[in-house]
């Protein structure tokens, strides 16, 4: 339900280096726990979070039950052209979520 | 050995017995309350970490619940098919505040309740929608993104004698010994707060954010659910959700926390 | 208890034995000792290739008030240059059910070897963090993390 939360700079200088937040809603279950009665919880998590910048791919990551629910990233990336940040997470069952955010190089 | 009890004039067991019953009366609805100055927030106990987590919107999980209350807010819902943003227009202006002095007095009830009995009391009676349920996302998102109006304003319980006599239910329910543990609220959060459980600090239990985003739940949550959770801990039958036990503890809790300042949506341990 | 010689030499035999394999078993660890999966699970990833420590800043706190949300934050030192980067950073637990946490891959592009995320760590242990580079090499840091558990929980 909820949107994912992007955390980029209004505006950048061309050559600096910005960082990038980002955080989405999902429960990441591990897959080891277990119900009061025994019954093992199937695994769900996010197994992959990629970010594009004009098309071309700036940051990816292999997530591990080991992450967090509700993951969350910071990373960087260097200004070049003023354009678009593409955010995609994919998951078990079939997850998919994508959002975006209008980056200003000045 | 001998079990014969030793022999007693009878004044002097009445005379005992009346004192050990006052005694028992003073220290279960006195306990030992903390001195208005030395209350603290659970906060100022935060890790590094979990400060700025609360510190920055942009990196509170919290965020993503006050988000979706902002959406709902503005979705038009029910057979009434009317909006919060309807009757109470842009929350940032009509719901400045209104957290800060919850639970309140409500005439259909007879008695104190919550905000989010509030929100769906709201609607049943203006949206003609059915109630959220409780811990759901959706209500969650709604006291949320209510209850960020007031950050930084102080808890006001509100000056309303008719909420007297619950404060003081409130009260004599923090200060009863529970559960297997048999041990009371006061015991640990009047009595030994900043001191050690288990290796984690024992807080004053200020509910001051609510509702929170608990590392240990990996969610956002009601006080109500923390305080399920408090009795699950003493191995203790949990109130159920709603119950007027749970409700009369809220408005205790808020009222001796008064003055501190809401910090809603907080982060906790 | 009297012994005869046969069996005195027997039990010297068996003491030395006993000794022998109570010396296999007793290891002498290192105080960075790290289990044998975390081991594997990084031989995975790096290969044969050796190991150095240093240019990478590990970034978790020593003392967590809950194991289920942990911040991290990991940094190598690099030029990242078209020719001078950081390819990956692969980071590793001990005590978890999985030795996984995260594999991050950047590249020129990123400007900055530095990324910081929100883990779970079951148990006090050790986070080892390896910095894949262009030229090959591999580099790690590693931090000692102690969790304390949340009191007061509910039942699933």
């Not at chain 2, 006061?186 to 509910?207: E, F, M, R, V």
Request: glycine share 6%; net charge neutral; hydrophobic share 40%.
């Amino acid at each position: 339900m909820a949107r994912p939360l992007i955390n980029v700079p209004a505006k950048v200088k061309r050559g600096q280096v910005f960082e990038i937040k980002t955080l989405i809603s999902h429960i990441m279950e591990t897959g080891f726990r277990f119900t009061t009665t025994g019954d093992k919880i199937p695994r769900d998590i996010v197994t992959t979070f990629s970010c594009s910048y004009n098309g071309e791919e700036i940051f990816r990551a292999d997530l591990y039950p080991a992450i967090s629910a509700n993951p969350f990233f910071t990373f960087f990336t260097v200004a070049t052209e003023s354009g678009t940040l593409d955010f995609k997470w994919v998951g078990d069952n079939g997850f998919s979520e994508t959002a975006s955010a209008k980056i200003v190089v000045e | 050995m001998s079990w014969r009890t030793p022999r007693v004039p009878p004044i002097v067991s009445r005379v005992t017995t009346i004192a050990c019953l006052l005694f028992a009366i003073a220290s279960s609805v006195h306990g030992s309350d903390i001195p208005l100055d030395q209350r603290r927030s659970g906060y100022l106990d935060l890790g590094h970490d979990s400060k700025a987590m609360q510190d920055d919107d942009t990196i509170n999980p919290a965020t993503l619940w006050v988000q979706d209350g902002e959406t709902l807010w503005n979705q038009k819902t029910g057979a009434a098919s009317r909006a919060c943003a309807d009757c109470h227009q842009d929350a940032t202006v009509s719901m400045k505040g209104v957290a800060a002095r919850y639970p309140a007095f409500s005439v259909a009830r007879n008695g104190p309740i919550n905000l989010e009995q509030r929100i769906n009391l709201c609607r049943s009676e203006h949206q003609q929608a059915p109630p959220l349920a409780y811990e759901s996302r959706e209500l969650l998102a709604l006291s949320a993104y209510v209850g960020l109006q007031s950050r930084g304003m102080a808890i006001a319980p509100p000056d309303d004698s008719r909420l007297v006599p619950f404060v003081e239910a409130g009260r004599k329910l923090f200060n009863r010994r529970i559960g297997q543990i048999d041990m009371s609220c006061a015991q640990c959060h009047d009595d030994n707060w900043g001191k050690k459980l288990a290796g984690s600090l024992i807080p004053q239990a200020q509910p001051t954010g609510y509702p929170v985003y608990r590392l240990e739940w990996q969610s956002l949550g009601s006080l109500q659910r923390r305080l399920r959770n408090c009795m699950s801990g003493l191995r203790a039958e949990a109130y159920e959700y709603g119950a007027p036990e749970n409700v009369n503890l809220e408005l205790f809790l808020m009222w001796r926390a008064r003055g501190l300042q809401v910090e809603t949506p907080a982060v906790r341990p | 208890m009297g012994e005869t010689r046969p069996g005195a030499t027997r039990r010297a035999v068996m003491l030395g034995g006993l000794a022998g394999s109570l010396a296999a078993t007793i290891r002498l660890e290192p105080a960075l000792a790290t289990p044998e999966r975390m081991r594997a699970a990084i031989r995975n990833v790096v290969g044969e290739a050796s190991i150095r420590k240093g240019r990478v800043d590990l970034e978790v706190p020593p003392l967590v008030e809950n194991g289920n949300t942990v911040s991290l934050a990991v940094s190598v030192d690099s030029p990242m240059t078209a020719t001078d980067y950081v390819k990956a950073i692969h980071v590793f637990n001990e005590k978890n059910p999985q030795p996984n946490v995260i594999s991050v891959h950047l590249g020129p592009r990123a400007g900055r070897a530095k990324f910081s995320t929100r883990f779970r760590l079951a148990d006090s242990q050790i986070v080892t963090a390896i910095a894949e580079m262009s030229d090959g090499t591999f580099w790690s840091a590693s931090a000692d993390v102690i969790v304390t558990l949340a009191a007061c929980v509910e039942d699933i």
